[in-house]
């Protein structure tokens, strides 16, 4: 699979918190966690669940930092 996104860690899913319509990921990559939130349907589609190899992969049009 091809994609224009160039930014991609890759990780194991630590934690699956599943909604009625909104699923919580928790992804162990080398620099820590991310946690993302997707639909409770593509979690199920997918299949994902605690210990499965993922990529993570990251496609923003903005990134904020903000101090104090």
């Known amino acids: 699979m091809e994609l224009s996104a160039r930014n991609s860690l890759k990780g194991k899913v630590k934690n699956v918190k599943s909604g009625t319509v909104m ?3 928790t ?3 080398d620099a820590g966690t991310v946690t993302a939130a997707i ?4 979690r199920e589609r997918m299949k994902l669940k ?9 496609k923003a049009t903005e990134v904020m ?4």
Do not use: C, N
Request: no cysteine; net charge negative.
């Open 50 to 58: 605690e210990g499965d190899e993922v990529s993570v992969v990251i």
């Open 39 to 42: 639909t409770d349907a593509s």
């Open 23 to 25: 699923a919580e990921l």
């Open 65 to 68: 930092i903000a101090k104090g």
């Open 27 to 29: 992804v162990k990559v």
